[in-house]
């Protein structure tokens, strides 16, 4: 089992450990997709089941079923937050900062990343003059639709980029709703939510193959793409840089 804790409900890393606020949980069972590819990136997520529930918090519904069917389209803008570098160069954040960033399409996409990228198991968002961007150490985080009046969809996980923030190189997620099944046949949870497609593939979906260009990973470990991490834990203060 792995040696690493959870903590839900703190804002800055340096004092996590003294906030009386938080809430540390220890991982019952880690569940990592049988197809993670380290290599293209497909299928880069996993899961973590806690040692007991976390309470007093509202958690981020990956896939709430009363927003389902509907699809998000080019251009619209998401949310994505984390406690990662601050750019290429830069240091890791003490507190979560967040940005917003426009859904590409998978058109562009791959014209901008490569023709083989999986569009069925990623998503694109970014801007086209670059700027701002999730970035190394932001792996596992969410990249959100704001519904309003408090509400978040999980609708992409940090997974890999080229560089952080470049022109025309928008940042790559794993697409949650392509994972929908999986989650439901490894732990029996979300299985009445299938009902539909967050988002709609609007080119066929390429065999399996090497990325045009080498990804680089938003974090240096393995997969550790952790929907534990979904949780409401966020409290943006400012953008990311």
Not at 77 to 89: H, I, P
Not at 192 to 201: I, K, N, P, R
Request: net charge negative.
């Amino acid at each position: 089992m792995p040696r690493f804790r959870l903590v839900a409900g703190a804002h800055s890393l340096l004092l996590a450990s003294i906030f009386t606020g938080a809430q540390i949980r220890f991982p019952q069972r880690v569940i990592v997709h049988e197809s993670y590819n380290p290599i293209t990136y497909e299928n880069d997520i996993a899961l973590i089941e806690l040692n007991r529930p976390v309470t007093n918090v509202q958690p981020i519904s990956a896939l709430a079923s009363s927003m389902l069917p509907y699809a998000i389209r080019e251009g619209q803008q998401l949310v994505t937050a984390g406690w990662g570098r601050t750019g290429e160069e830069g240091s890791l954040s003490d507190v979560p900062l967040h940005t917003t960033v426009p859904l590409v399409s998978a058109h562009d996409c791959k014209d901008k990343l490569g023709s083989s990228i999986r569009t069925d198991l990623m998503i694109c968002a970014g801007r086209v003059e670059g700027g701002m961007d999730a970035c190394q150490g932001d792996s596992g985080g969410p990249l959100l639709l704001d519904e309003g009046s408090g509400r978040h969809t999980i609708v992409g996980i940090v997974s890999w980029g080229i560089g952080c923030a470049r022109p025309d190189k928008p940042g790559v997620y794993t697409r949650v709703s392509a994972f929908g099944t999986w989650v439901c046949l490894a732990t029996g949870v979300g299985c009445d939510d299938l009902v539909g497609q967050a988002f709609e593939t609007d080119v066929p979906a390429p065999p399996p193959a090497p990325p045009y260009v080498m990804p680089q990973g938003r974090d240096p470990g393995p997969v550790a793409k952790i929907l534990a991490r979904l949780l409401r834990l966020l409290f943006w203060p400012s953008p990311c840089i």
